[in-house]
T-cell receptor, first 108, second 113 residues
């Protein structure tokens, strides 16, 4: 089946540093969604990207969809301790294929 | 709050037993999907129900089965439990299958001993 890979698997940053996670697919994605899962919690929807080359911003978070619609990235500027969690990308179709996730630790 | 509720929140079962997990979807949502999330892994798609019919299935054996009821609530049944079935089981609802946002419940933590 579909497999969406994310890198890195883990990231430790000092509070205030930037953070980026990358999502890659071997096939063209119809769209990409991003979710955040806090430790012990459930995934929470952040955003959906549909168009090739699309860029969306939510405060300190910037989401990009690649021109070929095979990759996507999430960038967080000036991380805060509240950003801690695992970030998943997912392709949504009739089924949702979640990426492997990037676990972010922010050191105060 | 996503409006998606799951029960029970935690349970412990013995290998070989059967378990039923329940999910109430968000009001107005006719599509329910189930996911298995092992510790440290991403959610893995089990199956989806749309208007009471199975509408897609992931790579899970037949001992994982489900139902959707006329009010769009859903059940996940797992027979002949194995130790590797220990995981967080997430239910998610959406307006329709496809590109709509999905809303997850808090999940049911299943431990098989």
């Amino acid at each position: 089946g579909q497999q969406v890979m994310q890198i890195p698997q883990y990231q430790h940053v000092q509070e205030g540093e930037d953070f980026t996670t990358y999502c890659n697919s071997s096939t063209t994605l119809s769209n990409i969604q991003w979710y955040k899962q806090r430790p012990g919690g459930h995934p929470v929807f952040l955003i959906q990207l549909v168009k090739s080359g699309e860029v969306k911003k939510q405060k300190r978070l910037t989401f990009q969809f690649g021109e070929a619609k095979k990759n996507s990235s999430l960038h967080i500027t000036a991380t805060q301790t509240t950003d801690v969690g695992t970030y998943f990308c997912a392709e949504s179709g009739n089924q949702f294929y979640f990426g492997t996730g990037t676990s972010l630790t922010v050191i105060p | 709050e996503t409006g998606v509720t799951q029960s029970p929140t935690h349970l412990i079962k013995t290998r070989g037993q059967q378990v039923t997990l329940r999910c109430s979807s968000q009001s107005g949502h006719n599509t329910v999907s189930w996911y298995q999330q092992a510790l440290g892994q991403g959610p893995q798609f089990i199956f989806q129900y749309y208007r009471e019919e199975e509408n897609g299935r992931g790579n899970f054996p037949p001992r994982f089965s489900g139902l959707q009821f006329p009010n769009y609530s859903s059940e996940l049944n797992v027979n002949a439990l194995e130790l590797d079935d220990s995981a967080l089981y997430l239910c998610a609802s959406s307006l329709e299958p496809g590109r709509n946002t999905i809303y997850f419940g808090e999940g049911s933590w299943l431990t098989v001993v």
